[in-house]
């Protein structure tokens, strides 16, 4: 089917209705595209993508990937698949089928279209790094048989997949790594770290440190990852991956925690609880290839960030927040 027009496009965005999921639709959005939103709403709500039921460009269908879909589209954005540990462990065996049934639908699909598509993988492809930081072409270090690994390793089988659709089909693939994102529209409930810390000091309640908080993560926000995405999706069909997207500013959990409390000004406590298994020790991002291919890098300060995201969830926690 020929796109609407050369630069206006028909796009599925699976996990649409997700954190990162309903920033990259507005993005396309508000560049004229037509977007069709396929989830099943099991990591997210529909208040994500409230906003977007009265444009006509928009399409929202509830639908679990694990099953085919056909829909007519010029380019798919493969997001569907829980990415908080709280979720995707929730029901492991659910994650998994999503990332590899998931994985196989999305690519059978794309390949009786000819179309392009990304997927959104992840630095957990990378598993406990013994590396630092870690580069594209590092194997990782994961664990089968733990409990991350139903998201690590279908993660890592659907960028298998990706790659033997791209050889075996010929299919224009596009796989991002994606590191730690965070930003409005976070899940409350959604136990990363970025949007507990968040919710407990603006509730003042205590700020959960797993382990000693000497572990260390690379936080991106929201805007410069769909900047990523989109450079991504945009470039030559040589380019296909994977490909890291991330900041590369590293803080410790205790880093974090202190800029949260300084910018809520709130009085919570810290409480150390166990580190759960497998948790990886240090992550940051190698983004040499972004910034030589796709002309892209992260620009947001971590604290401007967590400013904008503060103010998201002061506004959905509003009743609750006692002065
Ligand atoms: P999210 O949980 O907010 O969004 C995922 C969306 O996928 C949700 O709306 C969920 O309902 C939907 N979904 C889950 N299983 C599905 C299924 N079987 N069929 C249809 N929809 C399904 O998480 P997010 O942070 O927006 O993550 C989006 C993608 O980016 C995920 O694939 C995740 O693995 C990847 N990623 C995110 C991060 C991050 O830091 N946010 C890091 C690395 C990778
Ligand atoms: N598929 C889909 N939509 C399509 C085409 C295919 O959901 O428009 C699914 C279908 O379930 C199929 C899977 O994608 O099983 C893989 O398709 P492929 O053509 O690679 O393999 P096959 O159909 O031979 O199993
Ligand atoms: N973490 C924490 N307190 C929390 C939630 C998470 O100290 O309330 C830690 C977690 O153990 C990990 C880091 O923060 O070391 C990032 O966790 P998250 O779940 O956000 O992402 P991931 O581990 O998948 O990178």
Redesign the pocket.
Known sequence: MPPISESRKRILVTGGAGFLGSHLIDRLLSQGHEVICADNLFSSTKRNIDHLHANPRFEFLRHDVCFPLYVEVDEIYNLACPA??IHYQHDPIQTLKTSVHGAINILGLGKRLRCKVLQASTS?VYGDPDIHPQTEDYWGNVNPIGLRSCYDEGKRAAETLFFDYNRQHGLEIKVARIF?TYGPRMHRHD????S??IVQALLGQPI????N?S?T?SFCYVDDLIDGLMKLMASPAEVIGPINIGNTREFS?LELASLVIEITGSRSAIEH?P??SD??RQ?QPDVTKARNILGWAAETQLRDGIERTVAYFKTILDDEIRP
């Open positions: 908080s540990p957990e730690n136990g990363r770290v970025v507990n810390f959960t440190i797993y382990g908080g572990q993560r959990m609880l580190l759960p948790d990886p992550r």
